[in-house]
């Protein structure tokens, strides 16, 4: 496995670890299921919110660190095209993330304080 990969199945394993710390045994992580309060669902989504905004920071840094290498190896270089092809995944991998959150914040109530 590349290096790439391993980081992207670090960070999935990771994030799905942190959303689902709290379930009791047989919980699947989505807040619809019996036995799940509005609570833990509120809370899964922070932690989902949380997740994609460590993803994003993490791609940033990846972005910045290929406009580095570019400035001195060129745009084409192997190196660079690597970080800008883990950035562009690390944004993706947040946007699911995000969307897994957004989900779950619509399962919570209107107005109920996370």
Do not use: W
Not at 7 to 35: K, N, Y
Not at 55 to 83: F, I, N, S
Not at 88 to 110: N, Y
């Amino acid at each position: 496995m590349n290096t790439r990969a391993s980081l992207i199945a670090i960070v999935f394993l990771t994030t799905t670890g942190c959303a689902s710390s709290g379930q009791r045994p047989g919980d699947a992580g989505t807040g619809s299921l019996p036995g799940t309060t509005q609570q833990e669902t509120a809370n899964q989504a922070q932690d989902y919110r949380t997740q994609a905004h460590a993803l994003r920071d993490m791609a940033e840094r990846r972005q910045v660190e290929a406009d580095l290498l570019a400035r001195g190896l060129g745009p084409d270089d192997p190196a660079v095209q690597k970080k800008l092809r883990l950035a562009q995944e690390l944004r993706e991998a947040a946007d699911e993330t995000e969307s897994k959150a957004r989900e779950l914040r619509s399962q919570v109530p209107h107005g109920m304080v996370q």
